[in-house]
């Protein structure tokens, strides 16, 4: 689930040239009435409901789109997300890792690239806490 990336949101014709191969495969993207209202409740700029279906805004971020396509991955991958423990920490940082990673072959915005990295880092330490609790 990305929180949102501050930057130049896509236009339509982005999104789609973006996710065509995810679309191809049977992919779902939707960025309907429904999914903008649920994006809004969960203050996400982007979910991922499964290995088929991702919610997106109406105009995501460039990097908000590639979060939520490396979960697809995820899930198709059958990562598990524990409850409890970081799991669902563990899950985002997998996801920025990718992104960081990827951010030159996708074309990713630095100003959205230094935003993921802070993530990271929040996630990271975030993550140390839990453990250090257990």
């Given at each position: ?23 191809s495969a049977g992919g779902v993207v939707d ?104």
């Amino acid at each position: 689930m990305s929180n949102g990336y501050r930057g130049r949101g896509l236009t339509q014709a982005e999104v789609d040239a973006i996710t065509a191969d995810f679309r191809s495969a049977g992919g779902v993207v939707d960025q309907g009435v429904d999914a903008q209202r649920y994006l809004k409740q969960r203050g996400a700029g982007g979910l991922t409901l499964n290995e088929e279906t991702i919610l997106l805004p109406a105009s995501p971020t460039r990097t908000a789109v590639y979060e939520e396509l490396v979960h697809v991955e995820q899930f198709r991958r059958g990562v598990i997300i524990e409850a409890g423990r970081g799991g669902i920490l563990r899950f985002e940082i997998e996801a920025a890792e990718t992104l960081i990673r990827n951010r030159h072959a996708w074309q990713l915005p630095a100003d959205e690239v230094r935003q993921v990295i802070e993530n990271l880092r929040k996630m990271r330490a975030e993550l140390q806490r839990l453990k250090a609790g257990q």
